[in-house]
């Protein structure tokens, strides 16, 4: 799996938001400066989780970005889906919709457990868990195995 830029950023910009103890807004400005994410890409991105409603924004001159749920009702996967799609798509569609000939059926099931194991990880973190630096348990597990930390 790709883990786009997009995705990235918007996470970070939630954990930003999320950490805030006194649950005041945060300008989209502080959130690009403290994240280092480019302000026009940031803008977009907080636009998609508004419309996800992720996001509530604030006029005003002490406006900005507030989360319109609680941190610990929005998960990674709510996020991806949010700001890039589906998390497992086979060229475009996903993949239950996929259909292949008999010598290469199986395949969709390849990609239907990706999304699967995708969804063990990313619907069980949520972004109170990131803003508070504490990870569900069987997250951790899964990368005290070294093998996790090897690229192949």
Same mark, same amino acid.
């Given at each position: 799996?790709?883990?786009?830029?997009?995705?990235?950023y918007?996470?970070?910009?939630?954990?930003?938001?999320?950490?805030?103890?006194?649950?005041?807004?945060?300008?989209? @400005?502080?959130?690009?400066?403290?994240?280092?994410?480019p302000?026009?890409?940031l803008?977009?991105i907080?636009?998609?989780?508004?419309?996800?409603?992720?996001?509530r924004?604030?006029?005003?001159?002490?406006?900005?970005?507030?989360?319109?749920k609680?941190? @610990?009702?929005?998960?990674?996967a709510?996020?991806?889906?949010?700001?890039?799609?589906?998390?497992?798509s086979v060229?475009?569609?996903?993949?239950?919709?996929?259909?292949?000939? @008999?010598?290469?059926?199986?395949?969709?099931?390849?990609?239907?457990?990706a999304?699967?194991?995708?969804r063990?990880?990313?619907?069980q973190?949520?972004?109170?868990q990131?803003? @508070?630096?504490?990870?569900?348990?069987?997250?951790?597990?899964?990368?005290?195995?070294?093998?996790?930390?090897?690229?192949?």
């Amino acid at each position: 799996m790709r883990v786009s830029a997009k995705s990235d950023y918007a996470l970070r910009a939630l954990i930003e938001i999320a950490a805030r103890a006194d649950g005041r807004p945060v300008s989209a @400005e502080e959130v690009g400066r403290l994240q280092e994410i480019p302000h026009g890409f940031l803008q977009g991105i907080l636009a998609d989780l508004r419309r996800a409603d992720i996001l509530r924004s604030q006029r005003g001159q002490s406006g900005g970005w507030r989360m319109a749920k609680a941190a @610990e009702d929005v998960s990674v996967a709510d996020v991806i889906r949010a700001v890039d799609g589906p998390l497992v798509s086979v060229y475009g569609l996903r993949p239950e919709a996929v259909s292949y000939n @008999e010598n290469a059926a199986l395949l969709q099931h390849v990609w239907i457990a990706a999304r699967h194991s995708l969804r063990d990880v990313f619907e069980q973190v949520s972004i109170q868990q990131l803003a @508070e630096g504490k990870l569900p348990r069987t997250i951790t597990a899964r990368t005290a195995d070294e093998e996790a930390w090897q690229s192949h």
